[in-house]
């Protein structure tokens, strides 16, 4: 038997939405292992929160102090690392946001145990797992098997469905939390949060993505966007060129997304491009180009010019509500 230990993610007073898909991931391990899952939630003022998560029918284990206020990954991880140890876990997961990037490779260190990112998918037999993962900008898929007796993931949310919750919940358990501050070498500067009426881009349902063919005006994308309810994007092209913020940028260097609709316009397809969206339920292209890559994996393509055909579409939009 293995146990699975998936750390939670917060903010606002709410558990972030990329902890369920990540707990789905831990629950696929526990089924081919026949563990069990427990999920770690550390914070300041957070005890409330352990219900929430108790409720996908999971052993929740609430590390409450003020040291854990702030997710400084020096001071998490010697606490998810002895949880770990304590549990029995075999299996020590979080989704792949920067903080589970950030917080995860020293908590393997801490256990000496092995780490395969951004986790696709997981395979083998016999009560053992392997963990498939994207290499070369998701051109090619390893599956990755991990020798070590603990192994440490962070799984890529946009390929897990979210777990459901279960018909009875599990229990919620105290952590003693025994990190001093005043021997932290890191410490919390500040927080500068973007504001926006838009959703945020890596939980929206739509999303809107511009390239090197808007020159810089974004006004229709984010027309289109505003009439659709939808999250802007752009790729790296847009954002190397300093015409729109870092935390639009889209693909293998930024943020990767899987919405119902994602519209890709002004954008060619570039391979490091395609690897942050192309999970999209459905895939709208608009291009002059009609050679562009990106009509590879679009669902619907149209060869048009984005100035017209975004205010266009915008247009319509507004005029069916």
Same mark, same amino acid.
């Given at each position: 038997?293995?146990?699975?230990?998936?750390?939670?993610?917060?903010?606002?007073?709410? $558990?972030?939405?990329?902890?369920?898909?990540?707990?789905?991931?831990?629950? +696929?391990?526990?089924?081919?292992?026949?563990?069990?899952?427990? %999920?770690?939630?550390?914070?300041?003022?957070?005890?409330?929160?352990?219900?929430?998560?108790?409720?996908?029918?999971?052993?929740?284990?609430?590390?409450?102090?003020?040291?854990?206020?702030?997710?400084?990954? +020096?001071?998490?991880?010697? %606490?998810?690392?002895?949880?770990?140890?304590?549990?029995?876990?075999?299996? =020590?997961?979080?989704?792949?946001?920067?903080?589970?990037?950030?917080?995860?490779?020293?908590?393997?260190?801490?256990?000496?145990?092995?780490?395969?990112?951004?986790?696709?998918?997981?395979? #083998?037999?016999?009560?053992? =797992?392997?963990?498939?993962?994207?290499?070369?900008?998701?051109?090619?898929?390893?599956?990755?098997?991990?020798?070590?007796?603990?192994?440490?993931?962070?799984?890529?949310?946009?390929?897990?469905?979210?777990?459901?919750?279960?018909?009875?919940?599990?229990?919620?358990?105290?952590?003693?939390?025994?990190?001093?501050?005043?021997?932290?070498?890191?410490?919390?500067?500040?927080?500068? +949060?973007?504001?926006?009426?838009?959703?945020?881009?890596?939980?929206?349902?739509?999303?809107?993505?511009?390239?090197?063919?808007?020159?810089?005006?974004?006004?229709?994308? +984010?027309?289109?966007?505003?009439?659709? #309810?939808?999250? %802007?994007?752009?790729?790296?092209?847009? =954002?190397?060129?300093?015409?729109?913020?870092?935390?639009?940028?889209?693909?293998?260097?930024?943020?990767?997304?899987?919405?119902?609709?994602?519209?890709?316009?002004?954008?060619?397809?570039? $391979?490091?491009?395609?690897?942050?969206?192309?999970?999209?339920?459905?895939?709208?292209? =608009?291009?002059?180009?009609?050679?562009?890559?990106?009509?590879?994996?679009?669902?619907? #393509?149209? %060869?048009?010019?984005?100035?017209?055909?975004?205010?266009?579409?915008?247009?319509?939009?507004?005029?069916?509500?």
């Amino acid at each position: 038997m293995s146990n699975v230990l998936i750390v939670a993610e917060h903010g606002g007073g709410a $558990i972030r939405k990329s902890t369920f898909h990540a707990l789905a991931a831990g629950q +696929e391990i526990a089924r081919r292992t026949g563990g069990k899952v427990h %999920v770690a939630l550390l914070g300041k003022g957070v005890s409330a929160l352990g219900a929430d998560l108790a409720a996908y029918g999971v052993d929740v284990h609430v590390a409450d102090a003020p040291v854990l206020e702030h997710p400084i990954a +020096e001071a998490l991880a010697p %606490v998810i690392a002895d949880l770990a140890k304590a549990l029995g876990a075999s299996h =020590v997961g979080a989704a792949a946001t920067a903080q589970g990037k950030d917080l995860l490779p020293r908590v393997a260190a801490r256990l000496g145990a092995g780490m395969a990112t951004e986790v696709l998918g997981f395979g #083998g037999d016999g009560g053992g =797992v392997t963990f498939r993962r994207p290499m070369w900008a998701g051109n090619v898929l390893a599956e990755v098997e991990i020798a070590t007796p603990v192994k440490v993931f962070t799984v890529r949310t946009t390929e897990f469905a979210p777990a459901q919750k279960a018909a009875a919940p599990g229990a919620v358990h105290p952590v003693p939390v025994t990190v001093d501050a005043s021997s932290l070498r890191t410490r919390h500067a500040g927080f500068r +949060e973007v504001k926006s009426e838009r959703p945020e881009l890596t939980e929206a349902r739509i999303v809107v993505a511009g390239g090197r063919g808007t020159k810089g005006d974004f006004k229709a994308i +984010e027309a289109l966007a505003d009439a659709l #309810g939808a999250a %802007v994007g752009a790729s790296r092209a847009a =954002v190397d060129a300093g015409w729109v913020p870092n935390d639009w940028q889209v693909g293998q260097t930024g943020k990767v997304v899987a919405p119902e609709l994602y519209v890709a316009a002004g954008i060619s397809g570039a $391979i490091q491009h395609l690897a942050g969206m192309k999970g999209s339920k459905v895939i709208v292209a =608009v291009n002059k180009d009609p050679d562009a890559p990106i009509f590879q994996i679009a669902d619907y #393509g149209l %060869v048009a010019d984005l100035f017209q055909a975004l205010p266009a579409l915008a247009a319509k939009v507004k005029a069916s509500r």
